[in-house]
Structure formats: C-alpha cells, structure tokens
C-alpha cells in the first residue's frame, strides 16, 4: 500500500479511537439524516424530516447536509466530528450517499442505518461496479475508505433496481427494502400553477410542443447539443436543454430556426411539469419521467464510449429500442410516429414496481417502525 493510504488509514484509526467515548452517549430516540449531495436538503430529506415531525413528535430528527467539495479540509474534518457525534446518540441514520463517517466507523449494535440513493433508478454503473474503471474510484481506495459498509438497509423501488443496488453496494440481497423515494409525491402531483408559471415566464403557448432535454453531465466530455437542434423541427417544437448544473457547456444555435431555451432556473423536475416530450440519454429523469407517462426518447449518441468508460445497468437502445437512437436525425424521425405508451408503461413498472401513492408516509413509517423496535 502507498505511503498516502497508509497516512489515511492512520487518520481512520485516530477517528475510531475519537468515535470509541462519543459512543458512551445515551442512545436517542433520534434519526439523522445526512447528505454530501448538495449545500442545502434535497426534496426527500425535508419530506421526510417534515412527515416525522408532524405524525410523531416524538422522534428527534437532524438534517445534516454539507458537500464535500468547496470546503477545507480542516472544516469539514470539524463537520464529520458533529456527524459522528450524532451518529453515536441516534438509533438510526439515514444516508442518501457514501458517508465517510457512516461507513468507516464501528457503530453501536443498536444504531442502524437506511441507504436511501439519492437516484430512483441506477441507469449507469457506480459505486463497486465501476471499481478501477476512469469514473470509479481504485480497489485501494475503496478498501481503505470502507466503500458502502454498515449498511443495514437499502431502499429500492423495484427487484431489477435492488439488484443493481446491491451491486454497486456490495451487499446482500436481504438488506433490500421496497419503497420509492419522497419525491416521486412531487412528481406524481398536478402542479398547474408551476406550469402556468414557467410557460408564461417564457412564453410557451400551444402551438407548439416543448422539449425538454436533459443530459448527464459528463466530467470530460462536451455535451452534444448542436445535433439534436439542427434535427427537431422548428414549426412543431420548442427545444428546453437543461444542463446538469455543473457543466458549462455552450449551448451553440446559430444556424437554426429552432427556438432553444438554455435553462439555468428551474430544476429538470420543475420542467417534468411544463413538458411536452422529454429527452435524456443516462440519467434516473427518465425512469421518473417515465412515471408521469409523458412521451420519454433516449439521445446516447455515445453510448459505445460511455459503456466502455462507465457502464450501463439499463441500456435504452435494449430496453426502449423505438424511442432510442445514437443519430439526432433517426430520433426526429421516432418523435413523429403515434408513441407506444404500452412500452413505455412496461419500462417504468420493470424499474419502479411498488405503489407510488404516498411514497413519502411509507418510507416515513418504515424508518419510524425501526426507530421503534429499537430499545
């Protein structure tokens, strides 16, 4: 082992000590949940929280939420101390990510801890399936860091979707509990007014249909645009592109009659609302999108070197070969023939089978049931 990781392995050996007297702590009647995904709870963090609070006041509940990118090294050694102190006096944590904390320490019997992925689906390979592959981490990192461990449960809304799960996590299937996550409630929702809103903000009537394209950010890679403007036609469409937030890709549309909006305001689920037709190539979007049956293609005009670099757990040229194409052209043309609903409606019950009604009060009164069971 590189004198690097053997540095690391000392500093999580100081933390194991420093965990050993947090745990002298009373344990709680407590659940914290913490994420890196993002500066500020995502829209399940704070359902959740908000569903505990209101139906059993009796559960303290912590959101801990704080990327690790953006901060010093000494900050967020000083945030990760509070993480494990509050680890140590909850009887649950609940995870929406890797969690150095959660993963590298050894817990309390009575402490458990919920996966809950930040994803409703795993289109593309992480975690342990893309072990030494150019978007993965190296096996040595991985061992040293404890990759995936600790985890009691995993929450997937579908056997296919648990099984993947269960590989990029390196765990057993009986971990597997079958829930959706609390956003599908906002997906599934009408929401008229936030539709009224965006269309009015930017003009949308009805004379044409609106296209939203939502693309993976690719860390190395240009996202292709230019293709699939040149291709939809102007007199039938309005062409929505909205970037993951961290790419900085210049959406190019000299040269084309089409109307192109280069959204930076509203999140893909917001434009869900306002659709029409939605477009993405690797992204969990459309297993969500799929749900609210709106016409859903796949532009992978990659794929082969995406495969190659990443890895794919659902393949759209396989599993939806009629709305899906490498060629912008060939997709154009896909988008007009009368869609098959039924396609698409097998597709989103292979990926998400279980009820997606009050997908928030399930998941909530699975996590208050063990909170419950624990002494």
Known sequence: MSIKYSIVKIGIGALRALYAPMKLQKTR???????????????????????????????????????LEGHSKVGYAFHMI???MNIASSKLVVLDGYCIAACILNHKPETKIIQMWHATAAIKNFGYQVINKPSGRSAEVAETMCMHRNYDY???????????????????????????????????????????????EYGLGDDKEVVVYVPTFRRNAVVETKPLIESLDPEKYVLVIKLHPLDE??????????????????????????????????????????????????????????????????DPLVELPQMSSKDAGELAKMMERPYDFDALRAFRNRFVSVDTDNSTGKLGEFIHGIIKEIS
Not at 45 to 66: A, G, Q, S, T
Not at 254 to 279: N, Q
Not at 284 to 296: D, H
């Open 154 to 200: 995993i929450i997937a809304p579908s056997e296919v979707t648990g099984e993947h799960f269960c590989q990029a996590f390196r765990a057993d299937r009986d971990k597997l509990r079958f829930y959706c996550l609390p956003r599908i409630d906002d997906i599934m929702a009408e929401d008229s007014q936030l539709n009224e809103k965006i269309r009015k």
């Open 82 to 84: 509070s993480q494990m």
């Open 29 to 67: 009647n407590k659940v914290v949940f913490i994420s890196r995904q993002s500066e500020k709870p995502s829209v399940d963090l704070l359902k959740l929280r908000d569903y505990l609070e209101k139906n059993h006041p009796e559960v303290e509940v912590k959101l801990m939420v704080r990327m």
């Open 249 to 314: 890709t210049e959406v190019d549309t000299e040269g084309t009659d089409l109307r192109v909006i280069a959204d930076r305001k509203y999140s893909s689920y917001e434009w869900l609302k306002a659709a029409d037709r939605i477009i993405t190539d690797y992204s969990a979007l459309g297993v969500e999108a799929a749900l609210v049956m709106k016409p859903l293609y796949y532009y992978v005009y990659d794929i082969d070197e995406y495969k190659e670099d990443v890895g794919l757990n659902v």
